[in-house]
């Protein structure tokens, strides 16, 4: 079994194109489990990750296509949290969807993509969100 760690923000047009790169792969349905992940930064009302309109979205989109996936939450910095639960979860690869920023902006605000890519030992692959 192939394990992505599939990185999701609140961006529903990110979290679809990340659905549709995972459902795509060869034998998704016999070979991959997707580990739906979401770093909370702030969390007052207390919802689980399941809760997540885009985590729900890409959920349904793997059900719809028999691809097997878990949930996985945690919170704080988002890069080293998500490197640090595709290793608790043995994640064989990393999905994310970059936000598309200038250069000033990511010198500004930082790239979570960016800096997962920089820092993981594991693939990374990006998906552009769809038009």
């Known amino acids: ?13 990110r979290a679809r194109a990340q659905a549709s790169t995972i459902t795509s792969l060869p034998a998704a349905s016999d070979e991959i489990t997707a580990i739906l992940a979401h770093v909370f930064q702030e969390n007052p009302e207390g919802k689980p990750v399941q809760q997540l309109e885009t985590v729900r ?7 719809d296509h028999g691809v097997d996936y878990e949930y996985y939450e945690t919170s704080g910095d ?4 998500l490197i640090r639960a595709a290793d ?15 250069p000033t902006g990511k ?15 594991l693939p990374v692959v990006t998906v552009s969100p769809e038009e």
Request: proline letters at 4%.
């Open 1 to 13: 079994m192939y394990r992505i760690l599939v990185g999701l923000d609140t961006s529903t047009d």
């Open 57 to 63: 979205r890409v959920a349904a989109s793997l059900e």
């Open 78 to 81: 988002p890069a080293p949290e």
């Open 88 to 102: 608790e979860t043995g994640a064989d690869m990393i999905c994310l969807s970059g936000r598309r920023r200038t």
């Open 107 to 121: 010198v500004i605000f930082g790239s979570v993509t960016q800096s997962v890519i920089l820092s993981s030992e």
